[in-house]
């Protein structure tokens, strides 16, 4: 049974860094795509970042970019976001999420909910200023 497992979310002030970890019980191809998302209350659901997994290309929405940075460790099929220059506006519970044979996608539908079959339960992110 796929499952994704975030951790490290928590409250922090503006300006301040967090790293969001997924860990991934997903069998792990190359054409996997990995993202985080993101839901504030009474607000529809956001791409925040991608990566694939064959080449390691990522992509961001504007928000994130220069801010954050998406990686991964393939032996330990674990996804990260590390999440700079926090602002209160990045508020919001950030969820993981991965789909398989992604190659295809376009970067805008690779940051779009509806594109990702599994999906985590999420971990919450406060920024105060």
């Known amino acids: 049974q796929a499952q994704l497992v975030e951790s490290g979310g928590g409250s922090v002030e503006t300006g301040g860094s967090l790293r969001l970890s997924c860990a991934a019980s997903?069998?792990?191809?190359?054409?996997?795509?990995m993202a985080w998302f993101r839901q504030a209350p009474g607000k529809e659901r956001e791409g925040v970042a991608v990566?694939?997994?064959?080449?390691?290309?990522?992509d961001y929405a504007d928000s994130a970019r220069g801010r954050f940075t998406i990686s991964q460790d393939n032996t330990k099929k674990t996804v990260y976001l590390q999440m700079n220059s926090l602002k209160t506006e990045d508020t919001a519970m950030y969820y993981c999420?991965?789909?398989?044979?992604?190659?295809?996608?376009?970067?805008?539908?690779?940051?779009?909910?509806?594109?990702?079959?599994?999906w985590g339960k999420g971990t919450q992110v406060t920024v105060a200023s």
């Open positions: 997903i069998t792990w191809y190359s054409t996997n795509c």
């Open positions: 990566i694939y997994s064959g080449t390691s290309t990522t």
């Open positions: 999420a991965a789909v398989p044979g992604c190659g295809m996608f376009t970067n805008l539908q690779r940051l779009e909910p509806s594109t990702y079959l599994y």
